[in-house]
DNA sequence: AACTATTATCGTAATATTGCGATACTAAAA
DNA sequence: TTTTAGTATCGCAATATTACGATAATAGTT
């Protein structure tokens, strides 16, 4: 136990599920913001920026860069992060096809 | 360690983020999805539906009652469940919210 | 080549999540 | 009132996540 049955479910059920939860934490989410915010591409001044260590800051550009929402591009010895585009907004409409769906409410919902 | 500093976090940043997280598992998307589709609302075919003890899906129930975006009304011996529709929207909003900001590409993304 | 700055990874501790059996609780039914 | 069906909660075991210091890896600088 601990581990998620994820064969249980459909594809299109754990796809969705993984996309939440990697914007599920607030660091993530925060670094998202931050790297949208500045007009220029970012690397570690998150680290200033959040209040977080390196290694954990590291970790979470792992997490977002995994579901291909963010991308480092090596920069002389620093890296730039950015928002690929075109994946923010494909996740964007897959949420959008989810949350889209008719919901029809009967009854016990006053 | 392994407790997140919200206190570090916007109000903004870590709402958003539990919005997510709370979506972020593929039962609770199957559930969600199973009420939709059914005409009447549900109580605990969930249990017959997906693989999960009847405990397991209780517990995220719950979590999924937490955001407000089910809610459950008694109904004789068994509960039914349903989408609370004004919450269903007003978190699709919220995302959208986010993932309608800018997004400024500057040189480093290909 | 030695040094420095930046980032990734490893190992570890603390906490959270997932899943389940057992059990308590509740309301209808007999 | 006893029984029964449906649900919630408790307690536990297994795994995952979060956070961080230490260290490795990389690429520029001197």
Redesign the pocket.
């Given at each position: 136990?601990?581990?998620?049955?994820t064969e249980i479910f459909t594809d299109g059920q754990n796809r969705l599920a993984a996309l939440f939860?990697a914007l599920?934490?607030p660091?993530r989410i925060a670094i998202l913001q931050y790297i949208i915010n500045q007009k220029a591409c970012i690397?570690?001044d998150l680290v200033d920026e959040l209040g977080?260590?390196?290694?954990?800051i590291?970790?979470?550009?792992?997490?977002l860069k995994r579901i291909g929402i963010i991308q480092?591009t090596?920069e002389?010895?620093?890296?730039c992060y950015c928002i690929d585009e075109k994946l923010w907004k494909q996740i964007q409409a897959e949420f959008n096809v989810f949350f889209n769906q008719e919901v029809k409410v009967t009854g016990c919902c006053p």
């Open positions: 136990m601990g581990l998620t049955k939860k599920g934490h660091a690397c570690n977080l260590a390196q290694a954990t590291s970790q979470h550009l792992k997490e480092g090596i002389g010895k620093s890296v």
